[in-house]
């Protein structure tokens, strides 16, 4: 019975900006048949979701405008990246996770230190009495860079954002009528994880021309999405999903490099909503 | 000019403030360390160094780039050029051996013992110079293999002019610092 109100619930469309955060109807419905049009069902988790990031207005006044070298690939992709994260730390959604940025702070400045410490101990004391010690600090020194290096290669990857929002549902739960449990008491916490990956593709499969400069043989800018939502302290999965989408710098950047956050944010947005809806691409 | 990128850090936040200045700190560091790995490999305290004076012409003029190395179980011979600093001077000198004596083994195989390699006795005289370095050694009678710096491996032309620039001109390596520290706080990987 679960599982087909899912399908009701994708066929609602993705959410304009005006309409209520919560998608299901309260009213139970009475008829156990799938196929009664548009019957409504108790809400159960797989059917409601939370907010996503497009029902959150957002006003002109809130953005700085911002202005890159539209020829240089790498103030694109940061432009873009940071805008990502402007957009999806606002306090309606999701709260972004630092531990990459942490990580990298952290090793960073103590093989900073490390190496200080022994530059100093060098400088004080004679050359081959300073031998050893300098030595021991010239490996740890290594040791962490490398440790920095692999970490930002194979766990940190492409990341962008990684963000975590817990929201409070006040819904029956899917058992609730085995147990004997009053309804006020069947509050679920609901734990999302979000997680965005970001890369940038050449134009070279664009077009046949990728030496002439136009709009349309512009490198594109790549999102993928993964989404896991689930309550209980993470023990029951709601939803998961993984989409990925693909846009040209040139759909966001006009030709003085002034970036129209607007659109981003739709194309975003509407990326993270299918992610959310449970999508796996 | 400022104004931009003060607004730009509130922006991005305080991580985003020591991840820049990580970057700078994390050049100096790499560097600092590049240098010191240097003098460990070739066992020497500064392994490249600048020709300040003219005693060693033709062969080095001042302004040259020296690479030294110092294997501690070599024997330097008559004809290796050398860069040695005596205690209680600040500046190395660069000469070439003109004789080389060997200092036989103590008795007390201790204090023997704690001499790495070959303990040598030398005396040096720059190729430019018409009498051998007996009055720079400001009281000994021979160089012993601890004060050398190391032994001249290779070398570069010209390139030392900038360091001796930057000596001469202290203005130039603050300007110099400045402006990489700018660069490496504006821009972003």
Redesign the interface.
């Known amino acids: 019975m679960a599982r087909t109100k899912k399908m009701q619930a994708d066929g609602e469309g993705s959410s304009t900006l005006q309409t209520p955060n919560k998608k299901a109807n309260r009213t139970p419905s009475p008829s156990p048949s799938p196929s009664a049009g548009r019957s409504r069902e108790p809400p159960t988790p797989e059917t409601e979701r939370p907010a996503g990031p497009l029902s959150v207005v957002l006003t002109a006044l809130d953005r700085d405008v911002v202005k890159v070298n539209n020829a240089n690939a790498t103030e694109l992709k940061n432009a873009c990246d940071d805008a990502v994260k402007r957009y999806l730390s606002r306090p309606e959604l999701f709260k972004q996770i630092h531990l990459h940025t942490d990580v990298r702070l952290g090793l960073g400045w103590l093989s900073v230190f490390v190496a200080a410490g022994t530059a100093f101990y060098g400088y004080k004391v004679d050359f081959e009495k300073s031998k050893p010690v300098v030595s021991i600090g010239l490996v740890v020194y290594i040791f962490l860079t490398i440790v920095q290096t692999l970490y930002a290669y194979f766990v940190e990857g492409n990341t962008v954002f990684v963000g975590k929002r817990k929201t409070f549902s006040k819904r029956v739960s899917p058992f609730s009528h085995l147990l004997s449990v009053t309804r006020s008491s069947n509050h679920q916490i609901i734990t999302e994880r979000i997680h965005l990956t970001s890369s940038t593709k050449s134009a070279s499969h664009l077009s046949q021309k990728p030496s002439v400069a136009s709009p349309s043989n512009s490198p594109s800018y790549q999102l993928a999405v993964t989404y896991v939502r689930s309550t209980n302290g993470g023990k029951s999965l709601l939803a998961k999903g993984r989409t990925k989408a693909a846009q040209t710098y040139s759909a966001f950047f006009d030709d003085q490099g002034t970036m129209d956050q607007e659109a981003f944010e739709r194309w975003v947005g509407e990326l993270v909503e299918q992610g959310m809806d449970g999508k796996l691409a | 000019m400022f104004t931009e990128e003060l607004?730009a850090f509130r922006?991005?936040g305080f991580?985003h403030v020591?991840?820049q200045v990580?970057n700078f700190?994390?050049v100096?560091?790499?560097g600092?360390?590049i240098?010191?790995?240097l003098?460990?490999i070739t066992n020497s305290?500064s392994p490249i160094v600048v020709v300040l004076s003219g005693s060693m012409e033709p062969a080095f003029y001042r302004g040259d780039l020296l690479f030294l190395t110092n294997p501690a179980s070599e024997r330097y011979k008559t004809g290796d050029i050398t860069v040695y600093k005596i205690p209680g001077a600040d500046i190395p000198i660069v000469h070439r051996v003109l004789e080389t004596h060997d200092v036989r083994p103590k008795r007390n195989a201790a204090v023997a013992a704690s001499v790495t390699g070959p303990n040598q006795l030398l005396l040096t005289k720059g190729d430019n110079n018409y009498v051998d370095d007996i009055e720079l050694y400001q009281g000994l009678e021979w160089l012993e293999r601890?004060h050398i710096v190391g032994k001249v491996r290779g070398f570069l032309p010209y390139v030392g002019y900038v360091t001796i620039a930057m000596n001469d001109f202290p203005q130039l390596k603050y300007a110099l610092l400045g402006g990489l520290g700018l660069l490496a706080l504006l821009q972003?990987?």
Do not use: P
């Open positions: 607004k922006r991005l991580r020591l991840l990580l700190a994390s100096i560091a790499s600092l360390m240098w010191k790995g003098g460990i305290e601890k972003r990987e």
